[in-house]
């Protein structure tokens, strides 16, 4: 199975940016879409953004549209979210999902079987 690993996250100020990495092991890792979703405390884990195998497709959650890019690197085993123009609202922590499929719906976290530790990001006012 596949073995997920989040890094690159932090503080960050109003306005700034964070460039997030999940680096996968363990099986082949275009066979796999991997999704983005992040969780506040008591509130549930949201979609953020899910990218296709080969990258060719990603759908983002309407609250980060046009400020948060995915992008993955098969060849290198990992997929970056570069998160732009942050915002309060945005603190949260964030994981990284692999799954067979695609999906890409607010509720979509638990149809992916494998997920990361998960990385802070917290954006001050």
């Known amino acids: 199975q596949i073995q997920l690993v989040e890094s690159g996250g932090g503080l960050v100020q109003a306005g700034g940016s964070l460039r997030l990495s999940c680096t996968a092991s363990?099986?082949?890792?275009?066979?796999?879409?991997i999704g983005w979703f992040r969780q506040s405390p008591r509130k549930e884990r949201d979609f953020v953004s899910a990218?296709?195998?080969?990258?060719?497709?990603?759908y983002y959650a309407e609250s980060v549209e046009g400020r948060f890019t995915a992008s993955r690197d098969n060849a290198k085993n990992i997929v970056y979210l570069q998160m732009n123009n942050l915002t309060p609202e945005d603190t949260a922590v964030y994981f990284c999902?692999?799954?067979?499929?695609?999906?890409?719906?607010?509720?979509?976290?638990?149809?992916?079987?494998?997920w990361g530790q998960g990385t802070q990001v917290t954006v001050s006012s």
């Open positions: 990218t296709s195998r080969s990258g060719s497709k990603t």
């Open positions: 999902a692999a799954g067979t499929e695609l999906f890409y719906s607010d509720n979509s976290w638990d149809m992916y079987p494998y």
């Open positions: 363990g099986d082949t890792f275009s066979d796999y879409a």
